[in-house]
């Protein structure tokens, strides 16, 4: 699998010069430059994970190389400092991730190293809670976060030890990254706790694993029978 690293180099630097009123100065122009790299991803038919803000996660099979090289000299254009990159390669996307990061370390800035390596199918498993609505409804808008955060550190643990990655994505909704070959083990998770729901979506690229897993979760919240579903269009 691929996964593509991107981290803004030198990025703490760069905030301390904003000044000791900076915080929301820099919480804007995260969000921003988030908000520009998931929307460039999403028309190549891929997906981003801001990580820390200064370091952000995009998967990359199914995308060419050309395609990955424009992005990133989009990010460049859009970033307030240097950008490096560097696509990392691996049997699971956490594993991909990790040789990803150890080549961006050897980088300078403004460096991008973009390896030829083959493409697999990817999977998303799109993850949320039983009766959250009601829960929030009952409670209170910061408890009822509290408890999607308990959920969503639930996910992640159990995600990485399958070499997959997770990310909050709002609400209680739980976006996780993985192989294929872990889908029977997401599904017994998912079996053996009725507190949970997941839609499976298996595709060429990330963009497209994630719409079939979206699409697989609003059936079930719609059936109300089955607590997963896999689909692959």
């Given amino acids: 699998m691929k996964v593509l690293i991107v981290e803004l180099f030198n990025y ?8 000791n009123d900076r915080e929301w100065k820099i919480q804007v122009n995260q969000h921003l430059l988030s908000s520009k790299m998931i929307w460039k991803a999403s028309q190549m038919g891929s997906m981003v994970f801001p990580m820390r803000y200064d370091q952000s996660i995009m998967f990359a099979d199914g995308i060419e ?9 989009y990010v460049s254009r ?9 696509l990392g390669y691996g049997e699971t996307p956490l594993k991909a991730q990790e040789n990803g990061y150890s080549c961006l370390k050897e ?8 390896p ?18 009601d ?17 969503y550190f639930e996910i ?11 990310q909050y994505m709002g609400g209680d909704n739980i976006v996780t990254v993985i192989g294929p070959d872990v889908i029977d083990q997401i599904i017994a998770r998912v079996e053996n706790n009725q507190k949970m729901k997941v839609g499976i979506g298996i595709g060429r690229n990330a963009r497209e694993a994630m719409r079939n897993a979206t699409k697989a979760l609003t059936e079930i919240r719609k059936d109300r029978r089955e607590i997963w579903k896999l689909l692959q269009e």
Wanted: proline share 5%; hydrophobic share 40%; glycine share 8%.
């Fill in 65 to 73: 190389i050309g395609r990955l090289r424009a992005f990133l000299n």
């Fill in 12 to 19: 703490r630097e760069w905030t301390e010069l904003l000044g």
């Fill in 135 to 151: 829960f929030t409804n009952g409670t209170s808008t910061y408890r009822s976060f509290t408890e999607a955060q308990k959920f």
């Fill in 116 to 133: 030829a390596y083959p493409d697999s199918p990817i999977a998303v498993a799109h993850f949320d809670l039983n009766g959250f609505t």
């Fill in 156 to 166: 992640v643990e159990y995600v990485y030890s399958l070499g997959g990655i997770a």
């Fill in 107 to 114: 980088l300078e800035p403004g460096n991008f190293q973009l």
């Fill in 78 to 86: 859009m970033a307030p400092v240097n950008i490096r990159a560097c």
